[in-house]
């Protein structure tokens, strides 16, 4: 299993890099760099590391070429993009990514485990994107994440893999 990432180091000239997020009242944004990593699961050191203008959208790292046949691949919401999505799926790469609030998608399925509180325990649906040519066939975990003291959070977690288990997917 390989996780992806990418952190962004904020600087205070946009003269080189093109500024990243939103424009303040000053009218200037701070230039950056952005550092996109993939790391080994399992010895937890960077195999490839690759940096850009902090204003590049994160999605070029997941080029299906830099992964084999049935990898598994964990990374963050910003790396949503439907086309590569496919691309993975076709090379039977695995991703599992957490889910952006905003996606538009169609209910394919919907299934939902109670523990016996009556609780939702996990959901999963079954879910197609649809944008432009490209129908991205998908699956949504949702569970709920309990961390000590704290109220329980939502989490969904988006993957093209329809054979795992849902406690898999989310230890993922």
């Excluded at 889910?99 to 009556?118: F, I, Q, R, S």
Aim: glycine content about 6%; proline content about 1%; some cysteine.
């Amino acid at each position: 299993m390989r996780i992806i990432d990418s952190t962004t180091i904020t600087l205070f000239s946009n003269v080189i890099f093109k500024g990243m997020g939103r424009h303040p009242k000053t009218g200037k944004k701070k230039g950056g760099i952005k550092v996109h990593s993939v790391i080994h699961a399992n010895e937890g050191v960077h195999c490839d590391v690759k940096f850009t203008s902090a204003a590049t959208n994160d999605s070029f790292m997941l080029a299906s070429s830099h992964f084999k046949h049935d990898e598994i691949i964990a990374l963050d919401r910003a790396y949503i993009n439907y086309e590569k999505f496919e691309e993975l799926t076709e090379r039977n790469v695995v991703y599992v990514t957490r889910m952006k609030k905003n996606l538009k998608y169609e209910v394919l399925a919907d299934c939902m485990d109670m523990n016996e509180d009556g609780l939702m325990e996990y959901r999963e649906q079954v879910v197609v994107f649809r944008k432009g040519d490209i129908n991205h066939i998908a699956r949504i975990i949702t569970y709920a994440d309990i961390k000590k003291g704290k109220m329980p959070k939502l989490v969904s977690l988006l993957t093209n893999d329809f054979d795992m288990s849902m406690e898999t997917i989310v230890a993922i």
